[in-house]
Nanobody
């Protein structure tokens, strides 16, 4: 029903920046919240940042002050500006969209994009 495609991942040095983007298609007009999660090898997937349709945001403590999430409801996109990157930020980053109906709360995921921070 909803397809998510991430872009912008890559390799950077510590202190560098990357901007991730996620484009939603399909029944994208029904999306409520969107967010970015990440998963490092051997670790559970964790929330990095989330944003509502009204642009209310929520960040993990580990990225607060360094990352900024934003969305464009008209274009059905969500972005994550990542500054002052650290090696600990290395992970596969996944775009997430939540569609809430009377009966269900569905999560949709992108395929993931690799972010590697190393010197």
């Amino acid at each position: 029903q909803v397809q998510l495609v991430e872009s912008g991942g890559g390799s950077v040095q510590p202190g560098g920046s990357l901007r991730l983007s996620c484009a939603a298609s399909g029944r994208s007009s029904s999306i409520n919240d969107m967010g970015w999660y990440r998963q490092a090898p051997g670790k559970q997937r964790e929330l990095v940042a989330a944003i509502t349709r009204s642009s209310s945001t929520n960040y993990a403590d580990s990225v607060k002050g360094r990352f900024t999430i934003s969305r464009d409801n008209a274009k059905n996109t969500v972005s994550l500006q990542m500054n002052s990157l650290k090696p600990e930020d290395t992970a596969v980053y996944y775009c997430n969209a939540v569609v809430i109906t009377i009966a269900t709360r569905r999560n949709y995921w992108g395929q993931g994009t690799q972010v590697t921070v190393s010197s």
